[in-house]
């Protein structure tokens, strides 16, 4: 079992030395995020993400608190994606990075910054569409499961 565990540690290392991942997305290119997300509340989002750079995007994101309608949040956020620093290939994208924006309650729900931190990813399943899941924590909401669709 140790030769096993040595074997499969050399290959991993092997792997991250030479890795020659893609990038999903282009500078100047853009895609848009939708779906559901859980945590504070059940927010419906929106968003846009623009790659400046092969490994960098920022975007900004809605929201709307459907479980009491009690709030709104507006976002802006930024990504570094490690796809060509880890070695994956671009029909999946591993990302982390920071949001910063403001929340408006109403109907009883609190007004006040957001912010957070997040890591996701996304499988594409074709060269349009894309799979989303991102962990966010902070004072936004949490996770978020959606669709990506480039454009």
Request: zero cysteines.
């Amino acid at each position: 079992m140790k030769k096993i565990t040595i074997v499969f540690a050399f290959l991993m290392m092997s792997a991250l030395i030479f890795a020659q991942g893609e990038a999903p997305l282009a500078k100047g290119e853009k895609q848009m995020n939708f779906g559901i997300g859980f945590g504070s509340g059940i927010p419906l989002y929106w968003g846009m993400d623009w790659a400046v750079h092969p490994d960098v995007t920022v975007g900004g994101v809605a929201a709307v608190n459907l479980q009491d309608f009690d709030w709104i949040s507006l976002n802006a956020k930024g990504d570094y994606h490690w796809n060509r620093l880890i070695g994956i290939p671009s029909n999946w994208d591993f990302y982390a990075g920071a949001g910063l924006g403001f929340q408006i309650g109403f109907n009883g729900g609190s007004t006040g910054f957001d912010f957070d931190i997040h890591v996701g990813g996304r499988w594409y399943w074709s060269e349009k569409w894309g799979l989303n899941l991102e962990i966010g924590g902070g004072n936004g909401f949490g996770t978020t499961l959606g669709l990506t669709m480039k454009m």
